[in-house]
C-alpha cells in the first residue's frame, strides 16, 4: 500500500473535468492507499467552513467523508487558497488538520511535508 501526496487541485465548478477526476481517484486508486496526505489549495478559495453547505463544496467533502469512512487516513494541510478551512471541514470529511510545515515517517524516511507557498522568496509581492 502507497501513501499518497496531492496538492494544489483548485477545485472549483467552473473545471468540472478536474473535479470529476478528482472524485474517481477518491473512488479508486486512493481506496488503497495507506493514507492521504492533501497538502492545501485543494479548493480555488475556501471562504471558511460556512461554506460547507454549497453543493459543490458538499460533494466534494461527502466523497472524502466516503473515503475516510472506507478506513483510509485521510489528512490536510491548508495552501494559500483555502487556509480558512477548520475543523468543521475535517469533521465533515474525517480528515485531521495538519499545521504547515510537519514532519512524518514514510517508509522509514522522516519526511516533511508543506505547502511551499512560503518558499516563493523571490516574489516580492506575494
Not at 453543493?55 to 461527502?62: E, K, L, M, R, S
Not at 524516511?109 to 511551499?116: A, D, I, N, Q, Y
Request: hydrophobic share 45%; glycine share 8%; aromatic share 10%.
Amino acid at each position: 500500500m502507497a501513501t499518497l501526496f496531492i496538492s494544489d487541485l483548485h477545485l472549483c465548478p467552473s473545471r468540472p473535468q478536474i473535479s470529476r477526476l478528482f472524485l474517481e481517484f477518491l473512488d479508486g486508486p486512493a481506496r488503497q492507499a495507506q493514507a492521504l496526505y492533501i497538502l492545501g489549495d485543494l479548493f480555488e478559495y475556501w471562504a471558511g467552513d460556512d461554506d460547507l453547505d454549497d453543493p459543490f463544496n458538499a460533494g466534494i467533502c461527502t466523497a472524502l467523508r466516503t473515503l475516510s469512512d472506507s478506513g483510509v487516513p485521510l489528512f490536510f494541510m491548508a495552501g494559500n487558497r483555502d487556509f480558512l478551512a477548520g475543523e468543521s471541514f475535517a469533521k465533515a470529511t474525517g480528515l485531521r488538520l495538519l499545521p504547515d510545515p510537519t514532519l512524518i515517517e514514510v517508509a522509514g524516511t522522516t519526511t516533511l511535508l508543506m505547502h511551499g507557498d512560503t518558499l516563493c522568496t523571490d516574489d516580492d509581492a506575494y
